[in-house]
T-cell receptor
């Protein structure tokens, strides 16, 4: 059974700092890994999707990397802004069951002005 | 706006009542997913459809839960005889007909069972 863990559960940083969010998973037989952002009481917004054959993806100030063999992904946020404050979730989709994504419980990020 | 929409956004009901939620996916998306999320947790998979076929149901989906996607477009999720433990955010997502595709989520329906 796939398990996804995100550490830390919460993170507070001053504006402008670069930061890294971590995601680990127990079963490396994945199709892809997706990072989402969730604002309080809202749905999920897709940030980046990395296919199992890829090592990283970039979008603006965000860079996500994937090390499938070690079961890890990181989301790097450059020059953080107060508007980045949200919960960040990672989700993996298995090769053995491509309809289902397994989510971590997220890291809640607060960027202080 | 052509994103995923869900209705209603909020539902308050009494224990024992039945509720039904609706999800309208992005128009060209063949796959549709239902998840449930409780406070402080990540979403948990409930079920997914490819077109009108329901291809998998989680063990979380007890006999009181049923989902349909009759014409391969919108989907409904019904909960019968609601219990307080059913209180959660119910999220719908859709994707194109590929396992590798990005999932796009709707805003969710927040259910409160009194």
């Amino acid at each position: 059974k796939q398990e996804v863990t995100q550490i830390p559960a919460a993170l507070s940083v001053p504006e402008g700092e670069n930061l890294v969010l971590n995601c680990s998973f127990t079963d490396s037989a994945i199709y892809n890994l997706q990072w989402f952002r969730q604002d309080p009481g809202k749905g999920l917004t897709s940030l980046l999707l990395i296919q199992s054959s890829q090592r990283e993806q970039t979008s603006g100030r965000l860079n996500a990397s994937l090390d499938k063999s070690s079961g890890r992904s990181t989301l790097y946020i450059a020059a953080s802004q107060p508007g980045d404050s949200a919960t960040y979730l990672c989700a993996v989709r298995q090769r053995t069951n491509a309809g289902k994504s397994t989510f971590g419980d997220g890291t809640t990020l607060t960027v202080k002005p | 706006d052509t994103g995923v929409s869900q209705d209603p956004r909020h539902k308050i009901t009494k224990r024992g009542q039945n509720v039904t939620f609706r999800c309208d996916p992005i128009s060209e998306h063949n796959r549709l997913y239902w998840y449930r999320q409780t406070l402080g947790q990540g979403p948990e998979f409930l079920t997914y459809f490819q077109n009108e076929a329901q291809l998998e149901k989680s063990r979380l989906l007890s006999d009181r839960f049923s989902a349909e996607r009759p014409k391969g477009s919108f989907s409904t999720l019904e909960i019968q005889r609601t219990e307080q433990g059913d209180s959660a955010m119910y999220l719908c997502a859709s994707s194109l007909d590929h396992s590798t595709d990005t999932q796009y989520f709707g805003p969710g329906t927040r259910l409160t069972v009194l």
